[in-house]
Every structure is written in structure tokens, then in C-alpha cells.
């Protein structure tokens, strides 16, 4: 029972550095998505995808780069790290159509420093 | 555009005491109303919704009413238990079948429950 998987769970970049978020979910969901998570504001829509081949810009896109070759896996790409992307990072996923109850799925998170 | 206001934290209470935590939305619509549970370390776990006016939802001794009239959807427990310590999030849905691609998500309610 795996769920969404996020990896790393911790990572700490130098300001310039770039790096690759990896999110993958055994749930077989059409859905994914990426949020941030910084104290005081909930969690910031970044980047999601309604499926394989598609993907699409959320609140605070960017930064950060996301492409969805398929169903099951979703990373996120930072290209060149700020410490304004020192963060937690977590991944989501959901069925859509008639499978769809407006629940997402979330993995444990990715915690990010940037210095 | 969508938002949600939650009441600031953190909240402390003693083990048995009433909760409440209060939660206002502004939306286009008719959206479904979230309540998300984060405990310390682990991802965000839906607690429990309501899709439509005069909804109860209700989970682990937790119930929310959604309330179109006052625009509200606050979270109440009669009894707290240590376990639910926590963070808590409520989040709207305006999609019109409940999707949960475009979840807002209000800034969170840290709860302390002490013995």
C-alpha cells in the first residue's frame, strides 16, 4: 500500500544548484500535482497534470519545471535553486471523472533548504 | 478569486475540552468544503467534506457544517483527545463535480491537546 512516494525526504542546495523532486504513485490516478507548503500561508498550488502528456501551471509556478511522461510518476524540476524555494514540498494525487470524490492523496513530503 | 480564512493559531487545549476552529471561504459557485488533517512528520489526510449546502461531514468525532448563509464551514469536537494534536486545514473545491484539481487552501490551525 505505497500510496505517493516523494523523494527525497530532505535535501539542502546551495543558491544556483539544481535539482529534481521525484513523486511517484502506485493509485493508478489520472491527477497529480505539486504544493509548497511555507509557515503562515497553507499550501501553494505550483504545477499539475490531469494525465500523462499534460501538465499545467498552478499559483506559483515559477522556478520550477514539471513534465508527466507517465501515469504513475510526476517530478519537479527547480533549475537553478533560491533560497526563496526553501520550503516543503508535497505531492498529490486523485482519480477524476465519476471516480472523483475532491480527495486528494498526499505523499509525506520533501523538505528543501536552500542557502 | 477563491480564498479561505481560517482562524489563526496555535490552539492549545486540555484532553476533553470543546474545539472549535473556524473557517470562512469566498467563492464563485458552489464549492465543496475540505477539512485536512496534518499530523507531526506525515502528509496531509482528509478528515472529512460537504459538497452542498446544509452538508454535515463528519469523521473521528469531528463534524463541519457548511453553511452558504454565513459562508462558513468551521470544524467542532466535543471531547479532544491528546491524538489529535495537529495541524488542520480547510480547503474549497470549485470545480463542479468536486475535482480536486484546483484546491484552495487556507493557512492552517496548529493544535496542542496536553493531558
Known amino acids: 500500500n505505497a500510496g505517493v512516494t516523494q523523494t527525497p525526504k530532505f535535501q539542502v542546495l546551495k543558491t544556483g544548484q539544481s535539482m529534481t523532486l521525484q513523486c511517484a504513485q502506485d493509485m493508478n490516478h489520472e491527477y497529480m500535482s505539486w504544493y509548497r507548503q511555507d509557515p503562515g500561508m497553507g499550501l501553494r498550488l505550483i504545477h499539475y497534470?490531469?494525465?500523462?502528456?499534460?501538465?499545467d501551471q498552478g499559483e506559483v509556478p515559477n522556478g520550477y519545471n514539471v513534465s508527466r511522461s507517465t501515469t504513475e510518476d510526476f517530478p519537479l524540476r527547480l533549475l537553478s535553486a533560491a533560497p526563496s524555494q526553501t520550503s516543503v514540498y508535497f505531492c498529490?494525487?486523485?482519480?477524476?471523472?465519476?471516480?472523483?470524490?475532491?480527495?486528494?492523496?498526499f505523499g509525506e513530503g520533501s523538505r528543501l533548504t536552500v542557502l | 478569486g477563491d480564498s479561505v480564512t481560517q482562524m489563526e493559531g496555535p490552539v492549545t487545549l486540555s484532553e476533553e475540552a470543546f474545539l472549535t476552529i473556524n473557517c470562512t471561504y469566498t467563492a464563485t459557485g458552489y464549492p465543496s468544503l475540505f477539512w485536512y488533517v496534518q499530523y507531526p512528520g506525515e502528509g496531509l489526510q482528509l478528515l472529512l467534506k460537504?459538497?452542498?449546502?446544509?452538508d454535515k461531514g463528519s469523521n473521528k468525532g469531528f463534524e463541519a457544517t457548511y453553511r452558504k448563509e454565513t459562508t462558513s464551514f468551521h470544524l467542532e469536537k466535543g471531547s479532544v483527545q491528546v491524538s489529535d494534536s495537529a495541524v488542520y486545514f480547510c480547503a474549497l473545491s470549485s470545480g463542479t463535480s468536486g475535482s480536486a484539481r484546483q484546491l484552495t487552501f487556507g493557512s492552517g490551525t496548529q493544535l496542542t491537546v496536553l493531558p
Open positions: 497534470s490531469v494525465g500523462a502528456g499534460i501538465t
Open positions: 460537504a459538497t452542498k449546502a446544509d
Open positions: 498529490a494525487s486523485s482519480p477524476r471523472g465519476g471516480a472523483n470524490t475532491g480527495e486528494l492523496f
